[in-house]
């Protein structure tokens, strides 16, 4: 089983829709983070934390909210999905420093 | 503020052949640098770290260099093959600034058979 998990994988929505994006992650780490990817440009923070009472904002998180609703699950929100929001999203985790634990991904697609 | 970059977007090599790809960061307080492996469809994957107080790195097939002098890094692997075609990424972090990441854009590695 895959340790972190987001879902759903693929999400076609129109401009104006709530959508949220889950993730889970059963490697007990306490960091988690949501990063954006556009083509031809690197991840993007969105957002992050470092435990469960703790969000700190990313270099983009206009148009964004999360929520850490346990050590294992962190989810990403867009209150009202415009088109320039279509990308792929990635959730990760991470102990302390160095490596970041990723998953599969949302490929999100605003009309 | 903070930027990671790779000097060539595409790199193509024949299989059996040695890859390097490149890396360029503007940051000298950088404390670490990863480098991942992203293939078709799926979410980045660890490769291999080093830390801001060593230059080289090795790993299986794959080695780090870091220069510091000259702000770049480099990552080399070893008698490339089919399934190291992916997309890499290197990504610096920055422990004063809450350890977050800052991500290059990517080098599309091809190997051709």
């Known amino acids: 089983d895959a340790d972190v998990t987001q879902t759903p994988r693929n999400r076609i929505t129109k401009t104006g829709k709530r959508i949220m994006l889950e993730c889970s992650q059963t490697k007990g780490h306490d960091r988690m983070y949501w990063y954006r990817q556009d083509p031809g440009l690197g991840l993007r923070l969105i957002y992050y934390s470092f435990d469960v009472k703790d969000i700190n904002k990313g270099e983009i998180s206009d148009g964004y909210s999360v929520s850490r609703q346990a050590q294992a699950k962190f989810s990403l929100s867009l209150e009202s999905a415009i088109p320039n929001q279509t990308a792929l999203y990635f959730c990760?985790?991470?102990?302390?420093?160095?490596?970041?634990?990723f998953g599969p991904g949302t490929r999100l697609t605003v009309l | 503020g903070e930027s990671v970059g790779l000097h060539l977007p595409t790199l193509s090599v024949q299989e059996g052949d040695n890859s390097i790809i490149n890396c360029a960061y503007s940051n000298s307080a950088s404390d670490y640098f990863i480098w991942y492996k992203q293939e078709s469809g799926k979410g980045p994957q660890f490769i291999i770290d080093?830390?801001?107080?060593?230059d080289k790195r090795q790993g299986q097939r794959v080695t780090v260099l870091l220069n510091k002098t000259v702000k770049h890094l480099s990552l080399q692997i070893a008698a490339t093959q089919p399934g190291d075609s992916a997309v890499y990424f290197c990504?610096?972090?920055?422990?004063?600034?809450?350890?977050?990441?800052?991500f290059g854009s990517g080098t599309k590695l091809n190997v051709k058979p």
């Open positions: 990504a610096e972090e920055l422990l004063y600034n809450f350890n977050k990441f800052y």
């Open positions: 080093i830390r801001s107080n060593m």
């Open positions: 990760a985790t991470s102990v302390r420093t160095g490596q970041q634990f």
